[in-house]
């Protein structure tokens, strides 16, 4: 009798992981990926949508059509975990055995969280926010643009700073720059996440102008007198203002008693296994690893989940483990980027930006449905390793 194996969520590192498994064990297994919409979205796309430079219509399709063969679908809502009894229950009262399960049931967004947020603020980390943002950025003429975060952890970390550059180019060729205030409200003490990135491009903001402001955890909005408030007891003035969501784990974790109280799965951050469950894996935004909540980080973690379920399937010791590799690109306006590259223990050095990496972010974006899903990115690829010149032309 084949594994069976089911994979909640049809995201990145789900699709990916349960082609890996099919391609792997082929007879061996059945792979059954349950997901609630049966549509594959590419999020990252969304920041160019809100910025003009993308249609939605391209950044969305139908999972089956990622999916090998072999692979089952069932567009359905996980609604329970049962560990003790290897199963899944279903929205529409079925249920689905596993005897291997891969929790990629990813974040979601929770303006809900911050009074007056979803009616004074804009957001570009869902395709209907990114076209409402699109729509305003076009009425806009100018005045105090405020660009924020309004929970951490947050997915995708550089697209706030991306989009901050990117809106400063957008504005200056809209001939309304002049007549703008930008300013980039962190809720740590620096532009970013990470240290190395934030010495890199902190100067390249301070060059065109942008503001920051440092230890700016929001808390409240006040749409009618257009002020965003901080926990730290600072208020800020604005005339558009754009924040990134509070997010949190799935229903089906925290129901399922499964994750800490924001959702997030304990996970190994080695085997990948949620901590106290051999045969449940977390994967990608799901976990609380300690590492960036990305497409990246599951594109990474997928091929480890999959070695890790084909060796125990296998009857042999799996050897396979997660080293922290992440690997993404920080536009920042002007047609250049940079990328970052890193792991556990090895903080990204970041290049000085250029159109080398622009181009390669580009490429990455078309080039993605042939390819990421299916885990057919080349080791030679641009974005896989750089040109030996990139990380020094300007």
């Known amino acids: 009798m084949p594994a069976r194996v089911a994979v909640l969520g049809g ?3 789900g699709t990916l992981v349960a082609n890996l498994l099919d391609k792997e064990l082929g007879r061996d297994a059945r792979v059954t990926v349950v997901d609630p919409t049966g549509m594959h979205d590419y999020q990252p796309g969304y920041l160019y949508v809100a910025l ?4 939605g219509h391209w950044l969305s399709r139908e999972e089956r059509t ?10 359905e809502r996980a609604v329970r975990i049962h560990p003790d009894a290897g199963t899944v229950q279903l929205e529409r009262g079925g249920s689905l055995e596993w005897d291997y399960l891969v929790i990629a049931t990813g974040s979601r967004l929770v303006p809900e969280q911050i009074p007056g947020l979803s009616e004074g603020a804009f957001e570009f980390y869902s395709l209907d926010g990114a076209e409402r943002l699109a729509q305003e950025l076009r009425r806009f003429d100018g005045g105090r643009l405020k660009v924020g975060v309004a929970g951490i952890p947050y997915k995708c970390p550089p697209a706030p700073v991306e989009f901050t550059f990117m809106v400063e180019e957008y504005l200056r060729h809209k001939g309304v720059r002049d007549k703008s205030e930008i300013e980039l409200l962190s809720p740590l003490n ?3 996440t990470i240290e190395s990135a934030s010495k890199l491009i902190q100067p390249y903001m301070d060059e065109r102008g942008i503001g920051l402001t440092t230890f700016f955890n929001v808390e409240a909005v006040d749409p009618s007198a257009g002020v965003v408030e901080s926990l730290e007891g600072e208020k ?9 969501p509070p997010h949190k784990g799935a229903q089906v974790v925290i129901d399922s008693e499964l994750g800490d ?10 085997t990948l296994n949620v901590e106290g469950h051999e045969r449940i894996f977390g994967l990608g935004d799901a976990t609380n690893l300690p590492i960036s909540k990305s497409g990246s980080t599951a594109h990474f973690e997928a091929p480890v989940i999959a070695s890790r379920i084909t060796s125990l399937v296998k009857g042999t010791a799996p ?11 920080l536009e920042t306006g002007n047609g250049q980027a940079t990328s970052l590259r890193f792991d556990y223990d090895h903080p990204p050095q970041p290049p000085k930006p250029n159109r080398a990496w622009h181009t390669a972010k580009w490429l990455f974006n078309r080039m993605y449905w042939e390819t990421v899903p299916q885990g057919r ?3 030679n690829a641009p974005f896989s390793k750089p040109p030996a010149d990139a990380a020094t032309k300007g």
Request: negative net charge; proline residues 8%; charged residues 25%.
């Open 261 to 270: 109280p924001g959702g997030w799965l304990p996970t190994d951050k080695h």
């Open 66 to 75: 990622l999916l090998r063969p072999n692979v089952d679908l069932a567009i």
């Open 190 to 192: 620096r532009a970013f």
């Open 236 to 244: 800020q003035e604005y005339d558009l203002l754009v924040l990134v």
């Open 11 to 13: 995201g990145v590192g």
């Open 377 to 379: 990115i080349p080791e």
């Open 52 to 55: 003009g430079e993308a249609k």
């Open 319 to 329: 050897k396979e483990n997660y080293g922290g590799r992440v690997m993404c690109f």
